[in-house]
């Protein structure tokens, strides 16, 4: 036992001491600073979108105005809700008057709740000028001034030469280098590039689709109305125009049907709330929270923990059982310890390692949310007020560990016949097969906690860690938390002693990996 602890410390120290270890745990922390900070900073620094518009019909311009307004004021509707919910005065009834308070939490609540409603009443009560107006009397002092998102997408005037009355062909042609990137617009004496094109030809109406008409041919490119840009990607221009085009033609449809616009609006308004409610809980706390929706999923996140942690162990295990065999240092090691003790303080060193790593990063997480506070940390400040008092933490423990034991001791074996991690990369193709599997199946899984596939794989002891983690928070049946327990442990138990003897005669060998046959000669030899 005293050899074990002594190479397990050896082996600790010796990973802990690599540049690799430390960049593994540097690097997460790093990715999780550039998601909140680089993620606004892209946000900020994307350009302005300049776009032409081109109404023949005469009848949709202004909808496509009102479409972009719109999307601007949605954005800063965003902003703002963000503005408040960092900026707001604590909760406190000498100096906050109730009322308003409460003003203000339905505000956000009915834009949580339905951002489409929640905007129509933002534009209603007057925008932006109104929230202050509501806002700072409850704001903390030291609260910086709002500051509005830039708008992204302003109407350019049109190239000289091009003929806005002309046929929709015609047009194009002109505008095609203009389209294509090889001319540059000219707005307030600043080159430009254009970003779209909306063309909406004379007699574009004729395009409207009614119910019970026939469809309009799919091999037709230019129906209805043209949106022309070489991105693909940033769908908010044409979906916001889509949007407030259609209910244009729609409301135009209710006039000339004699239906009150106005009423229909009110009626598309109106909606039901529905109270999301658990059985499991006790009477009078049945409702659902934010808290219990995360508890629900927070296993995924475990899942995902345990994955890069558990490749990043086994392959320390592996490459550095390669590396002391090549270099002949696993000789000079079994000179003093027997072929168990080495391969048992690997797999404890390691697994300190992997231990280390993971509290490094939760600790880096803590630290984050302590030293960067704001609404977009609360998020996961609430996600782990609620991991820290649910009973998920033994789970992941318990489980994180046996993964551990149990892949260790396969990529150990594998490490031990192999000279070169070159070698060892088609022995290990079938165990990272293998190990894909449960974060292919983990959302469906997570969705569908107790359904025949996720009982069926927590009983395959390779896919039981992952599997029954992914469950854990769906209080799975009994039977299959303690038989599915009594067959992961006695699996590892059996993967160790068939490691320790591949172990014992492969770490000395040399020459070409070992075929099929060689390694159940191994299993099956007696000392």
Not at 191 to 207: D, K, M, R
Not at 297 to 324: D, H, K, R
Not at 360 to 372: E, R
Request: charged share 15%; glycine share 6%; net charge negative.
């Amino acid at each position: 036992m005293r050899m074990m602890r002594l190479i397990a410390m050896r082996e600790y120290a010796e990973n802990v001491k690599t540049k690799g270890f430390w960049a593994g745990i540097l690097l997460f922390p790093l990715i999780l600073v550039g998601v909140f900070f680089f993620q606004t900073m892209l946000a900020e620094s994307t350009p302005t979108r300049h776009y032409l518009l081109i109404d023949q019909s005469g009848q949709y311009g202004e909808a496509v105005d009102a479409a972009i307004r719109q999307e601007q004021q949605r954005r800063i509707l965003q902003a703002f809700v963000d503005y408040v919910l960092e900026n707001r005065l604590a909760a406190n009834p000498e100096q906050t008057p109730a009322r308003a308070n409460s003003q203000i939490d339905q505000f956000i609540d009915d834009v949580g709740v339905d951002e489409v409603a929640g905007l129509d009443q933002w534009l209603e009560s007057g925008g932006l000028d109104f929230a202050l107006t509501m806002a700072t009397p409850y704001l903390r002092e030291d609260a910086p001034a709002f500051v509005s998102p830039r708008e992204q997408f302003v109407l350019a005037p049109l190239p000289e030469g091009v003929n806005p009355d002309g046929d929709p062909e015609q047009i194009i042609e002109q505008l095609r280098p203009w389209l294509t990137g090889e001319r540059a617009l000219t707005v307030d004496g600043q080159s430009s590039n254009l970003f779209a094109l909306i063309l909406i030809p004379a007699q574009v109406n004729g395009a409207i689709v009614r119910p019970g008409a026939a469809a309009l041919s799919a091999n037709t490119t230019n129906n209805g109305i043209q949106y022309w840009a070489s991105n693909l990607t940033d769908t908010r221009l044409p979906n916001a125009i889509e949007r407030s085009i259609n209910n244009t033609i729609r409301s135009n449809e209710f006039v000339s049907r004699g239906v009150d616009v106005q009423v229909v609006r009110n009626v598309q308004r109106t909606r039901m709330p529905l109270s999301r409610l658990d059985p499991r809980k006790a009477e009078g706390q049945e409702a659902v929270s934010v808290a219990d929706t995360f508890r629900q999923w927070a296993p995924v996140g475990f899942v995902y923990l345990m994955f890069i942690s558990l490749m990043q162990s086994v392959q320390y295990l592996l490459s550095n059982t390669i590396e002391e065999k090549s270099n002949r240092i696993i000789e000079v090691l079994l000179a003093s310890v027997t072929p168990l003790e080495l391969m048992m303080g690997k797999l404890f060193g390691i697994g300190l390692s992997g231990i280390t790593t993971i509290l490094a990063w939760l600790l880096s997480f803590f630290l984050f949310i302590a030293l960067y506070p704001g609404t977009e940390t609360e998020l996961i400040s609430q996600f782990f007020n609620v991991l820290l008092s649910s009973d998920l933490i033994p789970y992941f423990i318990f489980y994180f560990l046996a993964g551990y034991a149990l892949y260790a001791g396969i990529f150990l074996a594998i490490g031990s016949l192999c000279n070169t991690l070159k070698e060892a990369q088609s022995l290990m193709m079938p165990m990272m097969m293998i190990l894909i599997v449960p974060l292919v199946t983990m959302t469906f899984i997570a969705q569908d906690p107790n359904g025949p596939v996720a009982r069926i794989m927590s009983w395959i002891p390779l896919f039981t860690p992952f599997t029954m983690m992914n469950r854990a928070a769906a209080e799975p049946p009994m039977i299959d938390v303690i038989g599915t327990t009594i067959v992961l442990l006695l699996t590892i138990a059996l993967v160790l002693w068939l490691s320790g003897k591949i172990f014992r005669q492969g770490v000395l060998r040399t020459g070409q990996p070992p075929r099929i046959v060689e390694v159940l000669r191994m299993l099956g030899h007696k000392h």
